[in-house]
């Protein structure tokens, strides 16, 4: 029922891109994504509802393909503040599962 | 209140005895989820709640781990007979959206 997310870590120079995927065996109804700094608590990003959907937040941005069953986010012109680790949440009727992660180190 | 509040922030405990986590969830949200975090890890699953009712408690890692949640509010999470695997962080989240508290750390020497 968790999700799997890939890749399992990233290291990036400031201004690169980067894709974390997010994929479940389960029909999935909505996807969430995180971002956990060291030490804090994940804070929300973004939610996704329908296939086909696409949201940005700054300069992050995700996709929803509904029938493929995945989600990715996309980090353009990466930043420093971009580090941490990111997850993926899928919900099944409001039973919420996070993938393992996907740690981002963004370098000078 | 404002945010999901969780106490204590930080909890040691000698090996074998009970402790009780709690979580006061943004007021008026109905969902209310508890997750486990071991340093370096991901966020596991352990019980959520649609108000006062637990529809899946398959997450609980033994059955020395309980939870409960009363008026549709604070929700208590209660280790009986703590054991060292049980340190992590303990993570609170109110709603569908999941905004999470702050967190319990959990040490058990």
């Known amino acids: 029922q968790q999700p799997v997310q890939s890749p399992q870590a990233v290291i990036l120079r400031e201004g690169e891109d980067a894709v974390i995927n997010c994929s479940s065996s389960?029909?999935?109804?909505?996807v969430h994504w995180y971002r956990q700094k060291h030490g804090e608590a994940p804070v929300f990003l973004m939610i996704l509802l329908k296939g086909g959907e696409q949201k940005g937040h700054e300069k992050i941005s995700a996709s929803f393909n509904e029938k493929k069953q995945q989600s990715s986010l996309y980090l353009t012109a990466s930043q420093l503040s971009y580090s941490g680790t990111y997850f993926c949440?899928?919900?099944?009727?409001?039973?919420?599962?996070f993938g393992a992660g996907t740690r981002l180190t963004v370098k000078p | 209140g404002a945010g999901v509040s969780q106490s204590p922030s930080n909890k040691v405990t000698e090996k074998g005895k009970d402790v009780e986590l709690r979580c006061d969830p943004i007021?008026?949200?109905?969902?209310l989820y508890w997750y486990r975090q071991s340093l370096g890890q991901g966020l596991e699953f352990l019980i959520y709640f649609q108000g006062n009712s637990a529809p899946d408690k398959s997450g609980l890692p033994s059955d020395r781990f309980s939870a409960e949640r009363t008026g549709g509010s604070v929700s208590t999470l209660t280790i009986q007979r703590t054991q060292q695997e049980d340190s992590a962080v303990y993570l609170c989240?109110?709603?569908?959206?999941?905004?999470f508290g702050q967190g319990t750390r959990l040490t058990v020497v």
């Open positions: 989240a109110s709603s569908l959206i999941a905004f």
């Open positions: 389960k029909a999935l109804y909505s």
């Open positions: 007021s008026g949200h109905t969902a």
């Open positions: 949440g899928t919900a099944h009727n409001n039973d919420m599962r």
